[in-house]
């Protein structure tokens, strides 16, 4: 089965209660949906967005067990192979042995970090706000190991490597599928 995106929403809901996990899992799925359409991947965009919305299923619950439990829990209820694949692919090389192959897999292992780094530099921006943000002082945050400290820079690095972008690239990006997010304040 592969899940719609509101079908994956239902079932994030179903394990994760809280807000902050919510609004990341809208966030990650709006921006997985934005670069399906601008990587020529239009129509598999609900597919991306539902595995934006279901890769950190498990983290609120298990964190001990990401990438593992979600694979179980989505197994449980006959999601497709390659889309709890591509979920749990994010959690390389920490969490599980699922290098990111696909391009999906690779953008998302990119984006998760990210947009946990843009979400909390657009907070200390005057305007609270992505729509005016630029790469330039997203890269001043970036090098503030302080700053947003849960967010991996050496994730969102190879996260860039992997996709063969330049780190600006990937920004100024997952920016912009900010920018075009309805649940990014």
Known sequence: MIPTPDQAWELLCEFNEGEFHRKHARTVGDVMRWYAQELGHGQQAEYWEAVGILHDL???RWPEEHCVKCQELMRERGIDEPLIRAAASHGWPECVDIKPELEMEKVLFAVDELTGLIGAAAMMRPSKSVDDMEVKSLKKKFKDKKFAAGCSRDVIRQGAELLGWELDE??????????ASPNVD
């Open 170 to 179: 990937l920004m100024d990006r997952t920016i912009q599928a900010m920018r």
């Open 58 to 60: 498990d983290f609120e």
